[in-house]
């Protein structure tokens, strides 16, 4: 008989959720997870990067107080203390989670997964805990297998890592990933970040607000390139006006030197860079190195994904895969959202996801978030569309927060005014684009928005104003300015 009616292979936002939710369904769980609990999310993503963005942001605040009215003296950056910071949130969200697992009655192994069979699989010892150094994310390789484990079901959770660049000089010190970047001790004067996608951009905001040198290299015509084509625009003029350096349309030829690298960029804007650290933000694959799929007989596409169904089936009845392993949107909320629907679905629920209405959000300064169709990707449809904008600036709030950079937009049908996008730049973005992804999964109009009354002054209330101006009713801009 199998030892756990489900076993999990993996800790973060999907396998935690799915432990949970299958607990509560009545089912045997266990989760065999090598790091501490909560994956890259709260260990190497999400968390600590949000933690260090918000020390960023109060060091902005603060070093601007004097707009304010407050005088503030000596303010100046020590840099342990933020990354202390970090560390303790990261440790009391992951210890949260283990809590939470306990609770719920989920068995958690700790160790490396390797299948030996479709639901069975051989548990490695991977040494001592991780820690924030900078190089390796385990102490040690696998070891000989500590225990065998089956199940009935399976659910593959294993997320993803950085990706690296086929650059020359890609391996030298100082080149560092995303996970690298949280073992530095202290802040770059001269950093380059290769990729100026969702990674790319916050490290270099963060950065460059604590004093770096920073230019970022990016392959398309703007930041942010899945964004919104005018975000992607209005975040360079932004970063622009920080002294950071973008340089669009360009790529790296690659890395020399030791103590200092010299990166070369070639291009329309060809140079050569002096740089202490360099970082690679340029994606996320897979991560499914020594899992031993092909003894589960589970396939990959040719990128390295697990194709799955939307009840998060793979092609091996029993077997199920969830979060960045699947490929369909790398993010930590989707991954949750797969892990609750794959654990109904074996416990024998009617349940399926729907990859519809997915807010995706970046936390530069300014912040950034978007839910739906783009304004490019809504006339590629042959759709014919109202674009409406709104300004922070012309806002109460904004103007009394002292933040007033950026604007809503929000892309509708013409004929009927339905809510096919939202589009934010600019303060608590990624608050607002909760409304955005509630009124396209409501299917709700212009005219639905404008009529709803929202507090004031709120920042939320934009979303009101930019419906007003897509209907030809604005209050509060002049019609020039729309």
């Known amino acids: 008989m199998p030892e756990f009616d489900l076993l999990i292979v993996g800790g973060g936002p999907g396998g935690y959720v799915a432990a949970i939710r299958a607990a509560q369904r009545g089912l045997s769980v266990g989760v065999v997870e090598k790091e501490r609990p909560g994956g890259v999310c709260l260990n190497w ?7 260090m963005l918000r020390s960023a942001e109060v060091f902005q605040m603060v070093s601007a107080a004097a707009e304010f009215g407050i005088h503030a003296d000596d ?15 990261v440790k ?9 697992l306990r609770a719920n009655g989920v068995t958690l192994i700790e160790g490396h997964a390797r299948f030996v069979g479709a639901t069975e699989v051989q548990v490695h010892s991977v040494g001592s805990s991780p820690i924030y150094s900078g190089g390796p994310r385990y102490a040690a390789a696998p070891t000989e297998p500590i225990r065998r484990v089956d199940a009935k079901d399976v659910i593959i959770a294993t997320g993803s890592v950085p990706a690296r660049l086929p650059i020359p000089g890609a391996d030298l010190p100082g080149v560092i990933t995303s996970d690298g ?13 290769i990729g100026g996608s969702a990674v790319g951009a916050e490290w270099a905001s963060l950065f460059a607000t604590f004093g770096s040198e920073v230019t970022i290299v990016e392959l398309q015509d703007r930041l942010v390139p899945l964004e919104d084509k005018e975000i992607g625009a209005a975040l360079g003029r932004s970063f622009a006006k920080r002294g950071i350096t973008v340089l669009t349309g360009s790529t790296v030829e690659s890395i020399t030197g030791q103590d200092a690298l010299r990166v070369t960029v070639g291009g329309p804007r060809a140079r050569e860079l002096d740089a202490d650290v360099v970082l690679m933000g340029v994606g996320r694959r ?19 994904f697990i194709p799955v169904d939307d009840q998060l089936r793979t092609g091996v009845e029993h077997v199920y895969a969830i979060g960045d392993v699947t490929g369909r949107a790398l993010l930590a909320h989707v991954a949750s959202h797969q892990g609750l629907t794959a654990a109904d679905v074996i416990a024998g629920h009617q349940a399926h996801i729907d990859y519809t209405v997915i807010p995706a959000a970046t936390f530069t300064h300014p912040e950034i978030a978007s839910v739906g169709r783009t304004e490019d990707m809504a006339r590629a449809e042959g759709l014919e569309v109202i674009s409406a904008k709104f300004p922070f600036a012309a806002l109460g709030r904004s103007r009394t927060f002292g933040d007033t950079e950026g604007f809503v937009k ?8 339905e809510v096919l996008g939202v589009h934010i730049i600019g303060p608590s973005a990624s608050d607002l684009i909760a ?14 928005l404008a009529d709803t009354i929202h507090a004031h002054p709120t920042f939320g209330e934009i979303g009101m104003e930019a419906a007003l101006t897509g209907l030809g009713l604005p209050v509060h801009i002049a019609p020039h300015q729309r």
């Open 75 to 89: 303010v100046r950056l020590d840099f342990a203390t933020v990354c202390q910071r970090k560390d303790g949130i």
């Open 410 to 417: 929000i892309i509708a049908g013409r004929r009927h005014r």
């Open 181 to 193: 970047a949280f073992g530095l001790t202290e802040v770059p004067r001269r950093l380059v970040v």
């Open 286 to 304: 897979p991560n499914t190195a020594e899992l031993g799929l092909d003894a589960a007989g589970v396939a990959t596409d040719e990128r390295g």
């Open 45 to 51: 993503g999400c968390i600590p990067t949000k933690a």
């Open 92 to 100: 009391g969200l992951t210890d949260g989670v283990a809590g939470l």
């Open 435 to 448: 409304e955005g992804a509630l009124a396209i999964t409501l299917e709700a109009t212009l005219d639905e």
